[in-house]
T-cell receptor
Framework: DSGVTQTPKHLITATGQRVTLRCSPRSGDLSVYWYQQSLDQGLQFLIQ???????AKGNILERFSAQQFPDLHSELNLSSLELGDSALYFC???????????FGPGTRLTVL | ELKVEQNPLFLSMQEGKNYTIYCNYS?????LYWYRQDPGKSLESLFVLLSNGAVKQEGRLMASLDTKARLSTLHITAAVHDLSATYFC??????????FGTGTRLTIIP
Protein backbone atom coordinates (compact mmCIF):
# COMPACT_ATOMS: atom_id res chain seq x y z
CA ASP A 1 0.00 0.00 0.00
CA SER A 2 1.59 3.23 -1.22
CA GLY A 3 -0.53 5.53 0.94
CA VAL A 4 -2.06 7.20 -2.12
CA THR A 5 -5.81 6.63 -2.46
CA GLN A 6 -7.99 6.99 -5.52
CA THR A 7 -11.72 6.78 -6.02
CA PRO A 8 -13.62 5.29 -7.67
CA LYS A 9 -11.84 2.05 -8.62
CA HIS A 10 -13.97 1.51 -11.67
CA LEU A 11 -16.12 3.85 -13.71
CA ILE A 12 -18.31 2.93 -16.65
CA THR A 13 -19.97 5.71 -18.57
CA ALA A 14 -21.20 6.71 -22.00
CA THR A 15 -19.68 8.87 -24.70
CA GLY A 16 -20.30 12.58 -24.20
CA GLN A 17 -20.52 12.31 -20.43
CA ARG A 18 -18.38 13.96 -17.76
CA VAL A 19 -16.66 12.23 -14.83
CA THR A 20 -14.50 13.24 -11.88
CA LEU A 21 -11.66 11.14 -10.52
CA ARG A 22 -10.40 11.79 -7.03
CA CYS A 23 -6.98 11.35 -5.46
CA SER A 24 -5.62 11.79 -1.94
CA PRO A 25 -1.82 11.93 -1.74
CA ARG A 26 0.37 10.37 0.93
CA SER A 27 0.39 12.25 4.17
CA GLY A 28 2.77 15.19 3.89
CA ASP A 29 3.24 15.03 0.11
CA LEU A 30 2.60 18.33 -1.61
CA SER A 31 2.97 17.16 -5.22
CA VAL A 32 0.29 15.28 -7.09
CA TYR A 33 0.69 13.87 -10.59
CA TRP A 34 -1.87 12.40 -12.94
CA TYR A 35 -1.00 9.74 -15.52
CA GLN A 36 -3.01 7.88 -18.13
CA GLN A 37 -2.19 4.29 -19.04
CA SER A 38 -3.61 2.77 -22.20
CA LEU A 39 -2.59 -0.11 -24.43
CA ASP A 40 -1.74 2.06 -27.41
CA GLN A 41 -0.17 5.07 -25.65
CA GLY A 42 1.48 3.43 -22.66
CA LEU A 43 1.97 5.53 -19.54
CA GLN A 44 1.54 9.22 -20.28
CA PHE A 45 1.96 12.14 -17.91
CA LEU A 46 -1.05 14.43 -17.85
CA ILE A 47 -0.55 17.15 -15.25
CA GLN A 48 1.15 17.98 -11.95
CA UNK A 49 0.08 20.13 -9.03
CA UNK A 50 2.22 21.34 -6.19
CA UNK A 51 0.59 22.74 -3.08
CA UNK A 52 -2.49 23.84 -4.97
CA UNK A 53 -0.82 25.27 -8.04
CA UNK A 54 -0.34 23.77 -11.47
CA UNK A 55 3.36 23.01 -11.90
CA ALA A 56 3.70 21.04 -15.15
CA LYS A 57 1.49 19.99 -18.01
CA GLY A 58 1.87 17.05 -20.34
CA ASN A 59 -0.27 15.58 -23.10
CA ILE A 60 -3.53 16.58 -21.48
CA LEU A 61 -6.50 17.17 -23.72
CA GLU A 62 -8.45 20.41 -23.49
CA ARG A 63 -11.47 18.35 -22.46
CA PHE A 64 -9.58 17.34 -19.33
CA SER A 65 -8.86 19.56 -16.35
CA ALA A 66 -7.59 19.11 -12.83
CA GLN A 67 -7.21 20.95 -9.60
CA GLN A 68 -5.67 20.50 -6.18
CA PHE A 69 -7.56 21.65 -3.13
CA PRO A 70 -6.28 23.23 0.11
CA ASP A 71 -6.37 19.84 1.84
CA LEU A 72 -4.07 18.65 -1.00
CA HIS A 73 -6.45 16.15 -2.52
CA SER A 74 -6.79 16.43 -6.28
CA GLU A 75 -9.51 15.86 -8.82
CA LEU A 76 -9.22 15.10 -12.52
CA ASN A 77 -12.25 16.10 -14.56
CA LEU A 78 -12.83 14.44 -17.92
CA SER A 79 -15.60 15.82 -20.11
CA SER A 80 -17.17 15.10 -23.52
CA LEU A 81 -15.84 11.59 -23.13
CA GLU A 82 -14.86 9.56 -26.17
CA LEU A 83 -14.27 5.85 -26.60
CA GLY A 84 -10.53 6.52 -26.77
CA ASP A 85 -10.54 7.96 -23.26
CA SER A 86 -11.01 4.46 -21.86
CA ALA A 87 -7.86 3.82 -19.82
CA LEU A 88 -6.39 3.42 -16.37
CA TYR A 89 -5.86 6.77 -14.67
CA PHE A 90 -3.23 6.89 -11.97
CA CYS A 91 -2.48 9.51 -9.41
CA UNK A 92 0.95 9.69 -7.84
CA UNK A 93 2.42 11.81 -5.09
CA UNK A 94 5.84 12.69 -3.82
CA UNK A 95 7.39 14.84 -1.16
CA UNK A 96 9.50 17.04 -3.39
CA UNK A 97 10.94 17.57 -6.83
CA UNK A 98 12.81 14.53 -8.08
CA UNK A 99 11.73 12.31 -5.21
CA UNK A 100 10.23 8.89 -5.88
CA UNK A 101 6.63 9.12 -7.00
CA UNK A 102 4.26 6.74 -5.23
CA PHE A 103 1.29 5.60 -7.25
CA GLY A 104 -2.29 5.07 -6.20
CA PRO A 105 -4.33 1.98 -7.17
CA GLY A 106 -5.78 3.72 -10.22
CA THR A 107 -9.25 4.32 -11.64
CA ARG A 108 -10.27 2.18 -14.58
CA LEU A 109 -12.47 4.23 -16.88
CA THR A 110 -14.56 2.51 -19.51
CA VAL A 111 -16.41 4.68 -22.02
CA LEU A 112 -19.14 2.85 -23.93
CA GLU B 1 12.46 14.81 -28.06
CA LEU B 2 12.56 13.22 -24.63
CA LYS B 3 12.37 9.48 -25.12
CA VAL B 4 12.85 6.38 -23.02
CA GLU B 5 13.25 3.02 -24.71
CA GLN B 6 13.22 -0.38 -23.11
CA ASN B 7 14.12 -3.72 -24.49
CA PRO B 8 13.05 -6.34 -24.78
CA LEU B 9 9.31 -5.66 -24.77
CA PHE B 10 8.55 -9.25 -23.89
CA LEU B 11 10.75 -11.70 -22.04
CA SER B 12 10.01 -15.29 -21.24
CA MET B 13 12.54 -16.82 -18.86
CA GLN B 14 13.01 -20.16 -17.24
CA GLU B 15 13.17 -20.30 -13.49
CA GLY B 16 16.71 -20.16 -12.20
CA LYS B 17 18.11 -18.27 -15.18
CA ASN B 18 19.63 -14.79 -15.29
CA TYR B 19 18.63 -11.99 -17.59
CA THR B 20 18.91 -8.24 -18.10
CA ILE B 21 16.39 -5.56 -19.12
CA TYR B 22 17.81 -2.48 -20.80
CA CYS B 23 16.61 1.11 -20.58
CA ASN B 24 18.01 3.79 -22.88
CA TYR B 25 17.08 7.44 -22.72
CA SER B 26 17.53 10.30 -25.12
CA UNK B 27 19.16 13.12 -23.18
CA UNK B 28 20.91 13.98 -19.96
CA UNK B 29 19.36 12.90 -16.71
CA UNK B 30 20.64 11.72 -13.37
CA UNK B 31 17.35 10.49 -11.99
CA LEU B 32 16.06 7.15 -13.13
CA TYR B 33 13.40 4.98 -11.54
CA TRP B 34 12.33 1.38 -11.90
CA TYR B 35 8.77 0.29 -11.22
CA ARG B 36 6.97 -3.02 -11.22
CA GLN B 37 3.36 -3.49 -12.29
CA ASP B 38 1.30 -6.64 -11.84
CA PRO B 39 -1.64 -7.12 -14.25
CA GLY B 40 -4.44 -4.66 -13.51
CA LYS B 41 -2.57 -3.26 -10.53
CA SER B 42 -0.72 -0.11 -9.62
CA LEU B 43 2.97 0.68 -10.06
CA GLU B 44 5.27 -0.32 -7.24
CA SER B 45 8.52 1.56 -6.79
CA LEU B 46 11.57 -0.69 -6.96
CA PHE B 47 14.63 1.50 -7.27
CA VAL B 48 15.70 5.10 -7.67
CA LEU B 49 19.11 5.75 -9.20
CA LEU B 50 20.47 9.23 -8.68
CA SER B 51 24.00 9.36 -9.99
CA ASN B 52 26.39 7.89 -12.50
CA GLY B 53 27.53 4.45 -11.43
CA ALA B 54 24.71 4.02 -8.92
CA VAL B 55 23.86 0.41 -8.17
CA LYS B 56 20.94 -0.77 -6.08
CA GLN B 57 20.01 -4.33 -5.16
CA GLU B 58 16.95 -5.87 -3.61
CA GLY B 59 16.68 -9.63 -3.50
CA ARG B 60 17.11 -11.07 -6.99
CA LEU B 61 16.92 -7.67 -8.69
CA MET B 62 19.83 -5.32 -9.26
CA ALA B 63 19.64 -1.98 -11.05
CA SER B 64 22.48 0.18 -12.31
CA LEU B 65 22.86 3.53 -14.03
CA ASP B 66 25.43 4.78 -16.55
CA THR B 67 24.60 8.43 -17.21
CA LYS B 68 27.33 8.83 -19.82
CA ALA B 69 25.88 6.02 -21.92
CA ARG B 70 22.32 7.09 -20.97
CA LEU B 71 21.66 3.50 -20.02
CA SER B 72 20.19 1.71 -17.06
CA THR B 73 19.95 -2.04 -16.59
CA LEU B 74 17.74 -4.20 -14.41
CA HIS B 75 19.39 -7.55 -13.82
CA ILE B 76 17.41 -10.55 -12.66
CA THR B 77 19.34 -13.32 -10.93
CA ALA B 78 18.03 -16.88 -10.65
CA ALA B 79 14.50 -15.92 -11.63
CA VAL B 80 11.53 -17.20 -9.66
CA HIS B 81 7.86 -17.19 -10.61
CA ASP B 82 7.06 -14.31 -8.22
CA LEU B 83 9.05 -11.98 -10.44
CA SER B 84 6.59 -12.31 -13.32
CA ALA B 85 5.29 -8.76 -13.94
CA THR B 86 5.78 -5.77 -16.22
CA TYR B 87 8.82 -3.66 -15.39
CA PHE B 88 9.03 0.01 -16.31
CA CYS B 89 11.91 2.39 -16.23
CA UNK B 90 11.11 6.09 -15.95
CA UNK B 91 13.32 9.13 -16.30
CA UNK B 92 13.05 12.56 -14.77
CA UNK B 93 14.48 14.92 -17.39
CA UNK B 94 14.42 17.83 -14.97
CA UNK B 95 10.91 18.90 -15.87
CA UNK B 96 9.09 17.44 -12.86
CA UNK B 97 7.24 14.71 -14.75
CA UNK B 98 8.32 11.12 -15.34
CA UNK B 99 8.77 9.88 -18.87
CA PHE B 100 8.15 6.14 -18.95
CA GLY B 101 9.57 3.44 -21.14
CA THR B 102 7.30 1.03 -22.95
CA GLY B 103 7.66 -1.59 -20.25
CA THR B 104 9.05 -5.14 -20.35
CA ARG B 105 6.56 -7.90 -19.75
CA LEU B 106 8.45 -10.63 -17.92
CA THR B 107 7.10 -14.16 -17.68
CA ILE B 108 8.94 -16.75 -15.61
CA ILE B 109 8.19 -20.29 -16.66
CA PRO B 110 8.94 -23.42 -14.57
Amino acid sequence: DSGVTQTPKHLITATGQRVTLRCSPRSGDLSVYWYQQSLDQGLQFLIQYYNGEERAKGNILERFSAQQFPDLHSELNLSSLELGDSALYFCASCAGSGDTQYFGPGTRLTVL
Amino acid sequence: ELKVEQNPLFLSMQEGKNYTIYCNYSTTSDRLYWYRQDPGKSLESLFVLLSNGAVKQEGRLMASLDTKARLSTLHITAAVHDLSATYFCAVNFGNEKLTFGTGTRLTIIP
